[in-house]
Nanobody
Framework: QLQLVGSGGGLVQPGGSLRLSCAAS????????IGWFRERPGMERRGVSC????????NYDDSVKGRFTVSRDNAKNMVYLQMNNLKPEDTAVYFC????????????????????????WGQGMQVTVTS
């Protein structure tokens, strides 16, 4: 059973950068596709980025393309979301989540809540971008 512990949230000015991290334990990380989600104030949770189990596929929401980069280091049991050129509209609670592809494409890279559903979630990380 995969456990995910997030870190790296904080307060930054527009144009600044943050790196969010999720540390995995309890299972083999390279068995899991990872998604990054956020909840902006007053809005539904939606996908920001995803990365397949072996990092052969990544995807980004249009709102963050060119600014955010997802990566993973399975040997270190770590997943990252590098966020550059942050904007006020990036203010949100961010989550990492994992899912085992199983019968799905082993290169699964999913930016929605499923199916298959993301069933392993880290805690939310507050990111606030303001001047």
């Amino acid at each position: 059973q995969l456990q995910l512990v997030g870190s790296g949230g904080g307060l930054v000015q527009p144009g600044g950068s943050l790196r969010l991290s999720c540390a995995a334990s309890g299972d083999t990380l390279d068995s899991y596709a990872i998604g990054w989600f956020r909840e902006r104030p007053g809005m539904e949770r939606r996908g920001v980025s995803c990365i397949s189990a072996l990092a052969d596929r990544t995807n980004y929401d249009d709102s963050v393309k060119g600014r955010f980069t997802v990566s993973r280091d399975n040997a270190k049991n770590m997943v990252y979301l590098q966020m550059n050129n942050l904007k006020p509209e990036d203010t949100a609670v961010y989550f990492c989540a994992g899912v085992i592809p199983r019968s799905a494409d082993p290169s699964l890279c999913l930016m929605t809540l499923g199916p298959p559903p993301y069933d392993h979630w880290g805690q939310g990380m507050q990111v606030t971008v303001t001047s």
